[in-house]
T-cell receptor
Framework: KNQVEQSPQSLIILEGKNCTLQCNYTVSPFSNLRWYKQDTGRGPVSLTIMTFSENTKSNGRYTATLDADTKQSSLHITASQLSDSASYICVVTGGVSGGYNKLIFGAGTRLAVHP | EAGVAQSPRYKIIEKRQSVAFWCNPISGHATLYWYQQILGQGPKLLIQFQNNGVVDDSQLPKDRFSAERLKGVDSTLKIQPAKLEDSAVYLC??????????????FGPGTRLTVT
């Protein structure tokens, strides 16, 4: 069964600290993996997208890693800011159905950055 | 570039009533998606259109949900009759091309539905 699992469910950190969010997936065939940021009351916004051959991708203070062998990804946030408070959703594209790749969403990690 | 537009932003209805949501994708985007996001969960795909044809509606509860995308642009999602468990945020997204999975999906702000 194609699944994406994220941990932790929620996380509280102090402003300026670093944190790492985890994503494990069982999606086959695999096409790519994305991390989205979803602010409260808004739609998800893409942070990074990685294909099978990419191990690391950065977007400012966000760095995503991918280990396609162990089917794990992480999102590292450096020097957190209050504006980083949001849900972070891991999405794996794959599991082809009718010729079209499906996007399989994780449940997200809710991050709260406190001053 | 204008983003994906959705309306209304909020809707409160009683169970067994009907409701409709509207989505206007980014201009030129061939593929349109409707997602249901229940509080604390990731989005779940309800239906995917390629132009005005349905690509995937396997998770759409067809006894009460319907969607259309006339002329391959705007789309409406309808629920009739609504149940309490339909309370969720309904997200619309669009992408330039489907199938080519590297193409980005752009999400609208969503419609928050509360069924009482």
């Amino acid at each position: 069964k194609n699944q994406v699992e994220q941990s932790p469910q929620s996380l509280i950190i102090l402003e300026g600290k670093n944190c790492t969010l985890q994503c494990n997936y069982t999606v086959s065939p695999f096409s790519n993996l994305r991390w989205y940021k979803q602010d409260t009351g808004r739609g998800p916004v893409s942070l990074t997208i990685m294909t099978f051959s990419e191990n690391t991708k950065s977007n400012g203070r966000y760095t995503a890693t991918l280990d396609a062998d162990t089917k794990q990804s992480s999102l590292h946030i450096t020097a957190s800011q209050l504006s980083d408070s949001a849900s972070y959703i891991c999405v794996v594209t794959g599991g082809v159905s009718g010729g079209y790749n499906k996007l399989i969403f994780g449940a997200g990690t809710r991050l709260a950055v406190h001053p | 570039e204008a983003g994906v537009a959705q309306s209304p932003r909020y809707k409160i209805i009683e169970k067994r009533q009907s409701v409709a949501f509207w989505c206007n994708p980014i201009s030129g985007h061939a593929t349109l998606y409707w997602y249901q996001q229940i509080l604390g969960q990731g989005p779940k795909l309800l239906i995917q259109f390629q132009n005005n044809g349905v690509v995937d509606d396997s998770q759409l509860p067809k006894d009460r949900f319907s969607a259309e995308r006339l002329k391959g642009v705007d789309s409406t999602l309808k629920i009739q009759p609504a149940k309490l468990e339909d309370s969720a945020v309904y997200l619309c997204a669009s992408s330039l091309v489907a199938g080519a999975s590297s193409y980005e999906q752009y999400f609208g702000p969503g419609t928050r539905l509360t069924v009482t």
